[in-house]
């Protein structure tokens, strides 16, 4: 026996129209599967009706919320984690290229080994002539500048120093408040 469309409307919960009530009622007198269907429906949407609607625990939706946030936060990390690995190949990429075409543009300059060695011992030769000169220098500016000031005249220097200090670190550990509230987040 045909069931369509009469098992479709025994569990709609629509209201059927007086044409269609009256073929499944019709049908219903000569189908047992269907009578079953009927009473069976009836049965469960009865137990429907008289079970009570459970609430939530208390605190489910702050702790959803919070699984929620742990969530997002996971995979925002895991998004940045692998922005970071792939501009760090990017950067590596590029710093090896350029390595290779200054090498290349080295090479094309220099016509021997010893011309390169030679290059190397004046450039170490002239840096460390540098770090001598900027030693003395800094050691006759460190001998010349307590005659320089009074003694109110460095304890103005030294406050204005640690005050500099103590707006460097207050403003350091904003950031770093900030940006760990941020990751928090």
């Excluded at 069976?40 to 919320?65: I, K, S």
């Excluded at 710093?95 to 011992?121: P, R, W």
Aim: proline share 3%.
């Amino acid at each position: 026996m045909k069931h369509q469309p009469f098992e479709t409307w025994i569990l709609l919960d629509e209201s059927l129209s007086p044409e269609d009530v009256q073929l499944l009622d019709a049908h219903l007198k000569g189908c047992e599967e269907c009578r079953m269907l009927k009473a069976a429906w009836g049965h469960v949407d009865m137990l429907f009706q008289e079970t009570p609607a459970l609430e939530p625990v208390a605190g489910f939706a702050d702790r959803w919320q919070m699984h929620l946030n742990r969530e997002r936060s996971l995979q925002r990390n895991s998004r940045y984690r692998w922005q970071s690995w792939i501009t760090l190949i990017l950067i590596a990429n590029a710093v090896s290229l350029l390595a290779v075409l200054l090498g290349l543009q080295f090479l094309n300059n220099f016509h021997s080994l010893t011309e390169i060695l030679l290059l190397l011992v004046y450039r170490l030769t002239a840096m460390i002539t540098f770090i001598n000169v900027f030693q003395n220098l800094l050691a006759v500016v460190i001998r010349t500048l307590p005659g320089l000031l009074s003694p109110a005249g460095w304890a103005g220097v030294a406050a204005m120093v640690s005050a500099g200090t103590l707006l460097w670190v207050f403003s350091i550990s904003h950031l770093a408040g900030i940006s760990w509230r941020a990751q928090k987040q």
